[in-house]
């Protein structure tokens, strides 16, 4: 009596001379069908081959110089490769057609290599399978007329070319993976990821009448999906667009459900694309650019509020009724479209949260209705949000820009900065204006402007003034940097400078619609400075030099030194240009200033003292001006030696001295204008001396 023999996985080459692969004398293993390994040879044996009954394989292998073979899975056929899958050495790819109710299965660690895989169900039921971790590896698979592939447990696409048209199918099931694949949509082609699937990194392109669609908990990974003309892209439940990059193109659909979340992917909209937001769906930490003519529309959200990662770009971002708030991914971007109220679902009232440490530019006319409220980072309005009912500024958080805002309060911590970093400009706010106490107002100053706000309605102030002082030279005096249309209430608590130029010391005056920033010249001091340190926020693309301090002790002056000091500080605090010979003086400081001061003698006394005297009769328009400023200003354009300001001197005695006579009219020279200006002389007596 013979034992046993234990079974074994059976190899074989195919040869012919029929066409079934279950006919075991086609195979060199007659009459057995190999289980193992079946290999494939330019051996002159049929290339077209038919699978008419269900079976199995391990391996098949196409050796070097092989013909192009083709398989075809008869109906209610089952053909399993369940080894290492399809290896092929020869130029040719072998093609495997899936008819009705026919399945493809490849399981274990199998892989389809560089086959062409056709699913075609004619309207009945055609399917290609990857179980466990096997792969599609290089393969081409073709869907349709409901051929279906799916691929399940942790499958991958692998590297494959997978299009699906005509009603076909591509699902990506539990933990599967579409890897580096590229998959296309076309005419109500679908492609499914359901569970925990993954789009890894694939390229995911849906054409007209196409659809890709995440559920559950899947995700888009790391893919590039991209909906053209026609084509839609959606997620819904749980799922999320992962770190992928989505775009809508003309005619193109994006689209958020459920709960589902745009994850931090970056979503890009371009001109006639459309992305919406619906339920309780959710921008995550996304970064949005809409291009012009594209269009973000979240007015049909159920929750009040969504976040998005970021916003930009020059198309329309429709916020329905409800709140946006962005900036949590801290990028800087600019929006130089139109966030508006409405969209699909209507609604009123949309309103708009930075937070973020990030910048946000809105550049464009913005038309929505609720408040604009800067919790973190920077908004910078270059543009319009006049219609915006309340501009809220907090702790920590700044406005800036040179564009119109509606009625803002900046609450205390929060800044102010109007006009753009580095060019001093203005902001409009078009109703009224509150600056909380602690809250700051930074003002950059050149020497030739400064920064100002301009308030439509009411300005009611409060909080601390920054002046940060570009380098150059200061020969003005006065700046306004606040204007208020109907009235200001208030004052700024305080004062404090930046880079202000040596020698001088700057204060607020208080108009009844407007503030003005003073510079007042101390080459000599008065000991009033008061140095209170604060701390502002980084404001973006703004270098604060250092807050200036106290000013230095002032070094011992002679009496000279002080008259001379004393009457230049008049000269520009009474509203004189000083000439640059004057200017550098106020670089100076200690013993360099002393030594200046020494080198200039008493006639600039005499001018100067006689400017500030001049400056206040003409003010008063006395016949006094004629009579000492005849002089003066001659003297003080030319800089002539003290005998020529005594010619000049005579010139303006014989102007006095016309002055008496009845009608006479004077002119005086005024080189601040290079004009003459008449003045009528009146019959005072002169005052003495």
């Known amino acids: 009596m013979l034992a046993a023999t234990s079974a074994h996985a059976t190899d074989g080459t195919w040869q012919g001379p029929g066409a079934e692969w279950t006919t075991g004398t086609n195979w060199s293993s007659t009459p057995t069908v190999p289980d193992n390994t079946a290999t494939f040879t330019n051996n002159g044996a049929p290339t077209a081959v038919t699978i008419s009954a269900s079976t199995s394989i391990n391996t098949i292998v196409f050796a070097p110089g092989a013909p192009a073979y083709s398989f075809t899975l008869g109906s209610s056929t089952a053909f399993t490769i369940a080894g290492a899958g399809i290896v092929n050495t020869s130029s040719n790819a072998p093609n495997f057609f899936v008819g009705p109710v026919s399945t493809l299965s490849f399981t274990n660690n199998s892989t389809a290599g560089n086959a062409v895989i056709t699913n075609n169900a004619g309207g ?17 698979i073709i869907n349709t007329n409901l051929g279906f592939t799916s691929f399940n447990d942790t499958s991958t696409a692998g590297n494959a070319t997978i299009t699906s048209d005509s009603r076909g199918f591509l699902a990506f099931l539990s933990s599967a993976t579409a890897g580096n694949a590229n998959i296309s949509n076309n005419a109500l082609g679908t492609t499914t990821f359901s569970n925990g699937s993954t789009a890894g990194n694939a390229t995911i392109t849906t054409n007209f009448a196409g659809f890709t669609t995440f559920t559950n908990s899947s995700t888009a990974g790391n893919a590039t999906v991209i909906a053209n003309i026609g084509g839609t892209t959606q997620f819904s439940q749980f799922s999320t667009a992962g770190n992928a990059t989505v775009s809508a193109n003309f005619g193109g659909t994006t689209q958020f459900s459920g709960f589902s979340t745009a994850g931090n992917a970056t979503v ?20 949005f650019t809409t291009q012009a003519g594209g269009v973000f529309d979240m007015s049909g959200l159920t929750l009040p509020a969504m976040i998005a990662g970021s916003i930009a770009g020059g198309g329309t971002y429709f916020l329905g009724s409800n709140a946006l708030i962005v900036g949590g991914n801290n990028l800087s971007t600019t929006v130089s479209g139109t ?19 990030g910048i946000l530019t809105l550049a464009g006319t913005n038309t929505y209705t609720g408040a604009t409220i800067v919790n973190a980072g920077a908004l910078v309005v270059d543009g319009s949000i006049a219609r915006s009912s309340q501009t809220i500024v907090n702790s920590g958080a700044i406005l800036l820009g040179s564009g119109t805002v509606g009625s803002t309060v900046v609450n205390a911590g929060g800044v102010l900065v109007p ?30 402007t400064a920064s100002r706000v301009n308030v439509i309605g009411t300005a009611s102030l409060d909080g601390t003034v920054a002046a940060v002082f570009a ?5 003005r005096s006065s700046y306004t940097i ?18 202000l130029p040596r020698n001088f010391r700057a204060r607020l005056d208080y108009f009844n619609n ?7 010249a101390q080459l000599i001091g008065d000991g009033l400075s008061v140095f209170q340190p604060i701390t502002l926020p980084p404001i973006p693309g703004l270098t604060l030099p250092p807050e200036d301090p106290p000013a230095p002790p002032l070094p011992p002056f002679s009496s000279n030194q002080l008259n001379v000091g004393r009457a230049i500080d008049n000269f520009f605090n009474n509203g004189g240009t000083l000439p640059p010979t004057f200017v550098s003086l106020y670089g100076l400081s200690g013993s360099n200033l002393t030594n200046a001061l020494d080198q200039l003698s008493e006639f600039t006394i005499d001018l100067f003292s006689k400017f500030a005297i001049c400056r206040a009769h003409a003010a008063r328009k006395s016949h006094l001006y004629g009579a000492v400023c005849g002089s003066v200003d001659q003297a003080y354009f030319s800089m002539k030696e003290k005998q020529s300001c005594q010619s000049e001197g005579e010139l303006g005695r014989a102007q006095a001295e016309n002055a008496r006579k009845p009608g006479s009219r004077i002119m005086s020279i005024s080189t601040a204008t290079g004009t003459s200006r008449p003045s009528r002389a009146r019959r005072t007596p002169k005052p003495t001396t």
Do not use: H
């Open 124 to 140: 009945f039921s055609a399917v290609t399978n990857f179980f466990n971790s096997s792969t599609a590896g290089n393969a081409t």
């Open 268 to 287: 890009i909209t371009n001109p006639g694309g459309t992305t919406l937001f619906s339920q309780f769906s959710s921008g995550g930490n996304a970064a």
């Open 339 to 357: 966030i508006s109220d409405g969209g699909a679902s209507g609604g009123t009232g949309g309103s708009l949260v930075k937070v973020g440490t």
């Open 419 to 448: 006009g753009p970093i580095g060019t001093p400009s203005m902001m409009t706010v078009a109703g009224d204006l509150t600056i909380q106490r602690n809250a700051f107002y930074v003002v950059q100053v050149n020497p030739v």
């Open 471 to 475: 380098p150059g030279s200061y020969l």
């Open 482 to 499: 606040l204007t208020a249309d109907n009235r200001r209430t208030g004052r700024f608590e305080d004062l404090e400078t930046f880079g």
């Open 514 to 520: 407007s503030v003005d920033l003073n510079l007042r």
